[in-house]
Nanobody, 125 residues
Framework: QVQLVESGGGLVQAGDSLRLSCTASARTGTKYDMGWFRQSPGKSREFVAAITVSGRDTKYGESVKGRFIASRDNDKNTVYLQMNSLKLEDTAIYYC??????????????????WGQGTQVTVGS
């Protein structure tokens, strides 16, 4: 069982930056790819980013490509999501998730085994 705790959310202005963190209760550095998803009211959960166990490979959703950066520190059992040039439409609850390593980075929620409770990000004009 892996417990994930997100932090770093808050209220920012459009154009600002914010960094989310997700700390795991167990070592994820050898077994789990990590992902970030977001969900806003009335919408389905959207893929944001994913990063491999080693941290060498990443994948991003089209709406955040070029603005968000995923990274991880396996010594700290922590993954990060650096969010730059934030837009109003980035407002959502952001979730981190862990997936047992499979071939290719998973981008759909059903392929992830463990989820955090989410952290709210609100972008104002």
């Amino acid at each position: 069982q892996v417990q994930l705790v997100e932090s770093g959310g808050g209220l920012v202005q459009a154009g600002d930056s914010l960094r989310l963190s997700c700390t795991a209760s167990a070592r994820t550095g050898t077994k789990y790819d990590m992902g970030w998803f977001r969900q806003s009211p009335g919408k389905s959960r959207e893929f944001v980013a994913a990063i491999t166990v080693s941290g060498r490979d990443t994948k991003y959703g089209e709406s955040v490509k070029g603005r968000f950066i995923a990274s991880r520190d396996n010594d700290k059992n922590t993954v990060y999501l650096q969010m730059n040039s934030l837009k109003l439409e980035d407002t959502a609850i952001y979730y981190c998730a862990a997936a047992l390593v499979v071939l290719g980075l998973p981008t759909t929620p059903n392929l992830y085994n463990y989820w955090g409770q989410g952290t709210q990000v609100t972008v104002g004009s």
